[in-house]
């Protein structure tokens, strides 16, 4: 069993930069495959990046390449986003997700453990 609790979220105006952390408990991330999803009010939840566990293989959806970079930290048991260059339309609850093994899907379904979520609110 893994508890993920996400943190950073907050209200920022477009054009800055935030950085989102999930912290992770009851195992190691280290075989875990680790994600960022999104979901706007209204709107069905979105993949937004991801993280190999074997790899460290990372992707990202296209609406956030080059302004967003997930890393994560097996040592600290953390994952993290960091995000540049925010826009209003990033608006959103952000959640961690983590799955075992090494292939990161961009679905929402096959993912095992989820965090309760963090806002994050890009004013223009």
């Known amino acids: 069993q893994v508890q993920l609790v996400e943190s950073g979220g907050g209200l920022v105006q477009a054009g800055g930069p935030l950085r989102l952390s999930c912290a992770a408990s009851?195992?190691?991330?280290?075989?875990?495959?680790m994600a960022w999803f999104r979901q706007a009010p209204g709107k069905e939840r979105e993949f937004v990046a991801a993280v190999s566990s074997s790899s460290g293989s990372t992707y990202y959806t296209d609406s956030v390449k080059g302004r967003f970079t997930i890393s994560r930290d097996d040592a600290k048991n953390t994952v993290s986003l960091q995000m540049n260059s925010l826009r209003p339309e990033d608006t959103a609850v952000y959640y961690c997700a983590s799955k075992r093994g090494g292939q990161v899907p961009n679905e929402a379904t096959l993912y095992d453990y989820w965090g309760q979520g963090t806002q994050v609110t890009v004013s223009s």
């Open positions: 009851g195992s190691t991330l280290s075989s875990y495959s």
